[in-house]
Every structure is written in structure tokens, then in C-alpha cells.
């Protein structure tokens, strides 16, 4: 596990770090994006979209997830945001990681998947599409960690679904928004 210091006015807990081993990039760790909050949004016509336990996503533990169902009815986008504590900006050049994964039970035939950045509630314009998806049945996103070489400060990550069509629901999980190598 790496240590780091610790800033004045933050306490111990705040700075929580989560064992990512077993990366696809071969680092071994990272800061877990924990303290803060979460935030779920599901703006469009994804009705029937749902949320399980958010903050699952930032408790330092690479083993809970946050569930998030896209139905086959649903358009739009289906987001989860990790919010970094009051006063905690990350740098332009930090890493930003989540470890998640994602199972179809039929097949999405147009959407995206993103990992994207924002600071006091703004998009940074640094994004990442996650790839891995190819709309076949019972395919998704690998548990894996992906990652995205920030250019701009942020001080909230973000998963986000979009999707125009589907046959069928998507399911993600969510282990974990990190920081770090």
C-alpha cells in the first residue's frame, strides 16, 4: 500500500487509500476518491433506471460496488459522479481511475460509455470513452480498472451511460473512483 501526507485541516480518514492490484496497467495502488459524496442522474426518458448503494463507489474498497440498471426502455444518459470533499481540487496530470464492470442482457445497439471529469460542477472537457463494449449479449465491460490522464484540475469523476436504443437492460458495478498511479 502507498502512503501520502497528509494536508493540513484533513484528517486521516479523509485520505483513505484502496488497493487496486491486479490492474490491466500494472500499477499496484491508488487514493480512493473517498469523504465526499455521490450523485446520481438519469436525466431523459430513462424511466425505470435505477440506482444501488452510490456511495459504495467511493468508500475505499475495491470489493463493495454501487449498482446502476439501464432498462431496455430507457434513452438518454444514466450517470454516477464521485464528488471529492469541500476544498479538495485534484491537479491537471492526475490519473483519475474507477474499476468497474458491466453485464447486457440483451443487446444495446446505440450508446456510450464515458469517464469524464468536472470542477464546482462544470465539465473539465477531459473525457474518456471505455471500450470493451461490443452490444453482444451477455458482453460489457471487463472488471477492469480504466483510467484517464486528466489535462485540467477536477474535483468530481464521473461514469456516464448513454444510450439512444437498446434490446435489453445493462447492468454496471461500480468498485471504485481512485486517483493515483
Sequence with gaps: MTTGWIPAGFSALALILAGCSGSSDGSGHCNAITGGATQVDAPGSCTGCTATNPHLAIDGNTVSAATLVIETAGSGTMHLRA???????????????????????????????????????????????????????????????????????????????????????????????????
Excluded: K, M, W
Excluded at 115 to 131: C, E, I, K, N
Excluded at 142 to 159: H, I, K, V
Design 83 to 181: 464528488i471529492a470533499q469541500d476544498g479538495v481540487v485534484y491537479a491537471a496530470g492526475t490519473r483519475l481511475s474507477v474499476f468497474a464492470e458491466s453485464v447486457f442482457d440483451g443487446e444495446a445497439t446505440s450508446h456510450t460509455v464515458e469517464l469524464r471529469t468536472y470542477l464546482d460542477g462544470v465539465a473539465t472537457g477531459d473525457s474518456r470513452q471505455l471500450t470493451g463494449i461490443n452490444g453482444a449479449r451477455g458482453a460489457g465491460l471487463a472488471r477492469d480498472r480504466y483510467f484517464l490522464e486528466t489535462n485540467f484540475p477536477f474535483d468530481a469523476a464521473e461514469l456516464a451511460h448513454t444510450q439512444s436504443t437498446s434490446t435489453g437492460d445493462i447492468t454496471y458495478q461500480i468498485y471504485e473512483f481512485c486517483t493515483g498511479d
